[in-house]
């Protein structure tokens, strides 16, 4: 019977945990403004299609041709005209903050961050310990609004950025 009674203490803290991870992760699933444009920027930056998600209806259906096909040739002309590849202009974000402030019409989410080309994560670090390689600021804006339950990036978010 001791030894029954050994194990009870284990197994109670075993199931607490488990329905501790549960109610922490289903509180990690909600939809913010400031994950939004974090999500949004990282597509926009590393020139992934999926950035289309994340915009508005009002930015898809105010233009006669996909907006998001329409950044993507424009990168992938100005890649050309330097003489690379579409994908040379793809960046990756680290030490992303964000800082949102609630409107009327939705939320303003102004982002900071720093870029670097996104190449593989070894040359990477290689880079980083021998000062090789440039990073860049980024600070933008951005206006979202809610739509169907999901916070979606508004306004004019294809303004000219440097990438």
């Known amino acids: 019977m001791t030894q029954g009674n050994r194990f009870v203490g284990l197994i109670v803290v075993v199931i607490i945990g488990i329905c501790l991870q549960a109610l922490l992760v289903f509180g990690d699933c909600r939809n913010t403004p400031a994950d939004t444009a974090r999500n949004f ?18 930015i898809v259906s105010a233009e006669i041709a996909n907006p998001v096909d329409g950044f993507m040739q424009k990168m992938e002309e100005n890649a050309m005209a330097q003489g690379h590849d579409a994908n040379y ?22 982002l900071t961050a720093t870029r670097r080309k996104n190449i593989n994560p070894v040359f990477a670090v290689i880079g980083k310990i ?5 990073t860049y600021s980024v600070d933008r804006s951005l206006d979202l609004i809610e739509e169907d339950g999901k916070w979606k990036v508004c306004g004019e978010p294809f303004a000219e950025v440097d990438i």
């Open 89 to 110: 202009l793809r960046s990756k974000l680290y030490h992303v903050h964000t800082k949102t402030t609630l409107t009327e019409e939705g939320a303003e989410v102004h």
């Open 130 to 134: 021998f000062s090789l390689g440039k």
């Open 41 to 58: 920027s990282k597509a926009y930056y590393n020139l992934d299609p999926a950035l289309a998600d994340y915009l508005c209806d009002e």
